[in-house]
C-alpha cells in the first residue's frame, strides 16, 4: 500500500467517523443546555439537566425501560438456549438430513423480517397474544444467525475433549454445559451484545403488535412521545432519546473489546 493510499483511507475513515458523530454532539449539545442554545454553539453556555427531567415526567419511561428489559432478557435467553442445543446437535452429532437442515437453517439469514410480518400477525393474533410483551419475543426466540455463529465455535472443541468426559461419565448435556459452553463464552459475548443492540433498537413490529403503554419497548414509546409533542423543544427530544439510547452506547463501550475480539476469534476459525 502506497502513502497516497494510506493518506485516502485515512481521509475517508476521519470524514465517515465526523459525519456519524455529528448528530450525536449535535444531541448532547441540545440536551444538557437550554433551549434558547439549541442553534447557537456557545462554548459559555450553561449546563442542565433540566431536559431530561421533562422528558423523563412527559412520559412513561420507567414502564418503558421494564418493558424492554423483559424483552431483550427474555429474547437473549431462549436464543442462547436454543441456539445451544441447536449448534451442539449440528456440530458433533452425525444424523441422515444434517446438511440439509443447516442449510434451511442458514436459508433464514436471507429472509428479511419485514416480509413475514403479515403472517406473523395473523399467527399472534391466533395465539391470542397481541399487545402482549410474548408477541413483540416469539418471532425472534430462534436465530440462524446464532445457530450458526455456536455451531462454528463449536466445531472447533477437539473431540478429545468429548471422549474424556465420557470416560468420566458425562452425558451429552453434562459435556455441552462443561465443556462447550465455558469455551464459547467469547462468542456468546459478542452475539448477546448484537442481538441486545437488535431487540432494543427493533421498532416496526413491536409498533404493530403493540397497543398500550403497559407492553411497548422504548423505541415505540419515543415515538410516540416525539409525534404528540411535536411542538416541544429539540433539547427535550433530544434528552428523551439519549436516555433511551445510553444504556446500549454504556455496554458497547464497557465490552466493546471483548466484542471485537470475539468476532476475530470467529473470523479465525
Not at 442481538?195 to 397497543?211: D, G, K, Y
Not at 415515538?223 to 429539540?234: A, Q, V
Request: net charge neutral; aromatic share 14%; hydrophobic share 55%.
Amino acid at each position: 500500500m502506497t502513502g497516497f493510499d494510506r493518506i485516502l483511507m485515512t481521509t475517508g475513515a476521519v470524514v465517515l467517523a465526523i459525519v456519524w458523530v455529528l448528530p450525536l454532539v449535535y444531541a448532547i449539545w441540545t440536551a444538557v443546555h437550554p433551549s434558547e442554545f439549541e442553534a447557537r454553539f456557545v462554548l459559555t453556555a450553561p449546563l442542565t439537566v433540566e431536559n431530561f427531567a421533562k422528558a423523563w415526567n412527559a412520559a412513561p419511561f420507567a414502564r418503558y425501560f421494564l418493558n424492554t428489559f423483559i424483552l431483550v432478557t427474555g429474547i437473549v435467553v431462549c436464543q442462547f438456549v436454543l441456539c445451544t442445543l441447536a449448534a451442539y446437535g449440528f456440530a458433533r452429532y452425525r444424523f441422515p438430513g444434517r446438511d440439509i437442515l443447516f442449510s434451511l437453517v442458514l436459508l433464514q439469514l436471507l429472509v428479511m423480517p419485514d416480509i413475514l410480518i403479515v403472517e406473523n400477525y395473523r399467527t399472534i393474533g391466533a395465539l391470542g397474544l397481541v399487545d402482549t410483551i410474548a408477541a413483540i419475543a416469539l418471532p425472534y426466540v430462534a436465530s440462524g444467525f446464532g445457530v450458526f455463529l455456536i455451531r462454528q465455535t463449536f466445531m472447533t472443541v477437539p473431540k478429545e475433549l468429548d471422549e474424556a468426559a465420557r470416560i468420566e461419565g458425562a452425558g451429552p448435556l453434562t459435556i455441552l454445559w462443561r465443556v462447550y459452553v465455558p469455551l464459547a463464552k467469547p462468542i456468546y459475548l459478542a452475539y448477546g451484545l448484537v442481538s441486545v443492540s437488535h431487540h432494543w433498537n427493533n421498532f416496526l413490529w413491536p409498533l404493530i403488535v403493540t397497543n398500550s403503554v403497559e407492553t411497548r419497548p422504548v423505541t415505540v414509546g419515543l415515538s410516540i412521545f416525539s409525534t404528540s409533542d411535536s411542538g416541544i423543544e429539540w433539547a427535550v427530544i433530544n434528552a428523551a432519546t439519549l436516555m433511551t439510547s445510553a444504556p446500549l452506547l454504556i455496554a458497547f463501550l464497557l465490552f466493546q473489546r471483548q466484542f471485537v475480539q470475539s468476532f476475530m476469534r470467529a473470523g479465525i476459525k
